[in-house]
């Protein structure tokens, strides 16, 4: 990514603030992605010899033609996107997560529900004071 930004602007060194406080938070964010634990793709399966279909194809040659004629705003979309990829699925992550979470239950049977728990425990430890075993198992401490 911070070569890709080096590529776009031609080598120039910065010369206002803004820029270098850009850069500073571009570094940080970069900084953290590298030792947090989100998932980025790897590519590691990604094969040119297996059989393509002519769509992908024409796009390959047309992301090839961008690259040779456009390089350097199409390498810096291309890193934009990839370090943008890894935030997008962590956040995704976290709204499906807390969308399949199940709400607290909000009638009036929470109480009900409650003693019913309460109960099913008295039972059992009943019923372990009844076979003579304690908590910490057949002869206690």
Request: charged share 20%; proline share 4%; hydrophobic share 45%.
């Amino acid at each position: 990514m911070v070569a890709s930004v080096v590529y776009a602007v031609n080598s120039v060194p910065l010369t206002g603030w803004p820029y270098t406080v850009g850069l500073g938070a571009l570094l940080a964010l970069l900084s953290f992605l590298m030792v947090s634990t989100w998932r980025y793709r790897s590519f590691k399966d990604f094969n040119l010899l297996t059989p393509r279909s002519p769509q992908s194809v024409v796009l390959l040659g047309c992301l090839i033609f961008l690259i040779r004629y456009y390089s350097q705003a199409v390498l810096l979309v291309l890193s934009i996107i990839y370090v943008g990829s890894g935030i997008v699925v962590r956040i995704g992550g976290l709204v499906k997560r807390r969308l399949r979470s199940t709400p607290p239950d909000q009638s009036g049977d929470h109480h009900e529900a409650e003693a019913g728990r309460d109960e099913r425990f008295d039972a059992r430890k009943v019923a372990r004071k009844g076979s003579g075993k304690t908590a910490r198992g057949a002869g206690g401490w």
